[in-house]
């Protein structure tokens, strides 16, 4: 009734044509502020434009790359430019249909994102950098995870050491995971090829499962004897290859070292860099060189196989001990430089070779490994 009265009051004669336009006026004030409040919500966005993308799980090896499009929507409520298209991997390469955006208009951003061929998660964030003065930077996020079919933990597995005049057995462990997609009866055995000096003992009763987008994941403790008894090795390391089939995929392979007693030990044993970008930050490792006599000795030189991956600057320091100056120890800061383009090999190694001022085991032989990583980028925004 209220409502009426105030309607009735507004058109009515008697208030003149001065009256009607106030009260008319007021209302179609009104009734926009309205409209407007019910299709903004009520204020304008106070969170920027964005999106996460997550691939579902690929079998490495399967897939090159990986596309999506994201539908960016200027959802503020002021045009839109996009000055700058930024990505934080250059393993992306992007395109903008359109630089300049109206308040509710859609613009397509399309991201391809190069895979990784191990089992490994992908993140590339893309951000629009644009000339909104709140809301200046959108972030759309793309995942992809890779499963190899069979892999192991370790690469690399460390047996100790031995004595080599003596015969015996190093022994060492790691876990062996799975991935398959398919009906249970179907599922791929492990097939293990060995040397005769190798024996290989996976426990069954320890798989564990998860599942992943469709994916069964099987997880195995697997142990290995490495017989190291009645060699003349006395200067070098025993390095026997184990490698392993499941079903028609590509196999996996895990490298057994064991090093035999000498009067010199390195901590670790094998200078592992980890992974490494194409062109990306040197990497810098401590090893502890000690000697078993605990005497003092001093290192004389170092060789690397590859120079060109070792900066020239590898320096040398005594070790330090909280109950006494430890001349029995050394330590050598090893500096690695990533290749600076694509390499045909992702996997790296080789022997860091120390010389002793000793008449007695005078060299020693230190492997290293790396792995390398690479990607490349290309942004761009179509005119």
């Not at 090896?61 to 929507?73: E, L, N, Y």
């Not at 955006?101 to 950098?129: C, F, K, N, S, Y």
Request: aromatic share 6%; glycine share 8%.
């Amino acid at each position: 009734m209220k409502t009426k009265g105030a309607v009735a009051s507004v058109l009515d004669p008697r208030r003149g044509p001065a009256g009607f336009f106030r009260f008319g006026l007021a209302g179609v004030i009104a009734i926009t502020t309205l409209s407007l409040l019910h299709l903004g919500g009520g204020r304008p966005a106070t969170r920027p434009p964005g999106e996460v993308f997550r691939h579902p799980p690929i079998l490495a090896g399967t897939k090159d790359s990986i596309r999506h499009v994201f539908q960016v929507t200027n959802s503020t409520d002021r045009a839109v430019k996009v000055l700058d298209v930024a990505s934080s991997c250059t393993c992306t390469r992007t395109v903008l249909s359109k630089p300049e955006l109206r308040p509710g208009e859609i613009a397509e951003l399309v991201v391809d994102m190069q895979v990784m061929r191990t089992t490994a998660q992908r993140v590339a964030i893309v951000t629009l950098h644009t000339d909104h003065p709140r809301l200046p930077k959108w972030t759309y996020r793309i995942e992809a995870k890779t499963y190899q079919p069979v892999w192991f933990d370790e690469p690399t597995l460390n047996m100790g050491e031995f004595d080599p005049k003596t015969p015996g057995v190093s022994r060492g462990g790691t876990k062996v995971h799975t991935c398959y997609q398919g009906p249970r009866g179907d599922r791929p055995t492990l097939d293990w090829v060995a040397s005769p000096h190798v024996r290989v003992r996976v426990d069954e009763s320890s798989r564990s499962v998860e599942q992943d987008g469709g994916w069964e994941l099987s997880t195995y403790d697997v142990s290995f004897e490495l017989d190291t008894g009645g060699t003349s090795l006395e200067h070098d390391l025993i390095s026997e290859s184990v490698t392993v089939r499941y079903g028609d995929h590509v196999p996996a392979m895990v490298r057994l070292v064991a090093r035999p007693v000498r009067p010199f030990s390195c901590v670790p044993a094998v200078a592992h860099f980890g992974v490494l970008a194409v062109g990306g930050e040197p990497r810098t490792l401590d090893v502890l060189v000690r000697s078993q006599d605990a005497g003092p000795f001093r290192i004389e030189g170092l060789e690397v196989d590859d120079p060109a991956l070792f900066a020239s600057d590898v320096t040398e320091e005594a070790g330090r001990s909280r109950e006494r100056d430890d001349s029995g120890t050394r330590i050598v800061r090893l500096v690695l430089r990533p290749p600076q383009i694509s390499m045909p090999s992702k996997h790296l190694s080789g022997y860091i070779t120390l010389t002793f001022d000793r008449s007695r085991e005078r060299n020693f032989r230190l492997p290293w490994v790396a792995e390398i990583q690479e990607g490349r980028s290309r942004v761009a925004i179509d005119p």
